[in-house]
């Protein structure tokens, strides 16, 4: 019963440490747009930076991905599925942009 009690403590650990640290993140991202505004490339690069380690921070945390085989395997299936919803964000953007183009090229 001991060794399941440790457990518990140390997965309760883990999800403090990664809702501390996307709290932390977060807060920066708002402070950062608070302080500097929206209108500097530097303030979306930094946001930007900081979206990319939220999701460093959720995937290790709360998902519990890492360097184990099975983790991986997850992780795998993750940006697969990542990589089609760009594929379809991306491809109806271009579609959509393409036909609004050759709208205003026909009222011409």
């Known amino acids: 019963m001991d060794r399941r009690a440790d457990l518990h403590k ?10 501390g640290g996307s709290l932390l993140l977060t807060l920066a991202v708002f402070l950062i747009a608070h302080r500097y505004g929206i209108e500097t490339k530097g303030v979306y690069l930094s ?4 979206g990319l380690a939220q999701l ?5 945390y ?3 991905i890492d360097r184990r085989r099975s983790s991986r395997e997850d992780l795998d299936l993750i940006l697969f599925s990542t990589l089609v ?3 379809i964000i991306g491809g109806t953007v271009w579609i959509l942009g393409n036909l609004a183009i050759r709208m205003h090229m026909q009222m011409m």
């Open 10 to 19: 140390r997965e309760r650990r883990r999800y403090v440490i990664g809702y």
């Open 47 to 50: 946001i930007g930076l900081l």
């Open 56 to 60: 460093v921070v959720q995937l290790v």
């Open 62 to 64: 709360f998902l519990h």
């Open 85 to 87: 919803l760009l594929i």
